[in-house]
Nanobody, 123 residues
């Protein structure tokens, strides 16, 4: 089992920045990719970004490319999501997730999930 705990959410004005953290524990060696997803009220959960533990390959949703940066600290088993130039449409609950195997943008293919952290961007 892998446990994931997100932190760093909050209220920020449009154009501002936030950094989310996801601390992983347990059998993290079994996971290959860490991802960030988000879910706005009344909408489906959607892919934001993912990173490979080893090598650090990254992938982003088009909606956040150039504004968000995913990174990892292997020594701390922690993944980060730096969010800059935030927009009101970025308001959502942000979830950290982990998966074995190949890279994926699909919610259904991630094996472990955190509880989520709320990000609210005011315009």
């Amino acid at each position: 089992q892998v446990q994931l705990v997100e932190s760093g959410g909050g209220l920020v004005q449009a154009g501002g920045s936030l950094r989310l953290s996801c601390a992983a524990s347990g059998r993290t060696i079994s996971t290959k990719y860490m991802g960030w997803f988000r879910q706005a009220p009344g909408k489906e959960r959607e892919f934001v970004a993912t990173i490979m533990w080893s090598g650090g390959s990254t992938y982003y949703a088009d909606s956040v490319k150039g504004r968000f940066t995913i990174s990892r600290d292997n020594a701390k088993n922690t993944v980060y999501l730096q969010m800059n130039s935030l927009k009101s449409e970025d308001t959502a609950v942000y979830f950290c997730a982990a998966k074995r195997g190949l890279m994926s943008r699909l919610v259904s293919e991630y094996d472990y999930w955190g509880q989520g952290t709320q990000v609210t961007v005011s315009s």
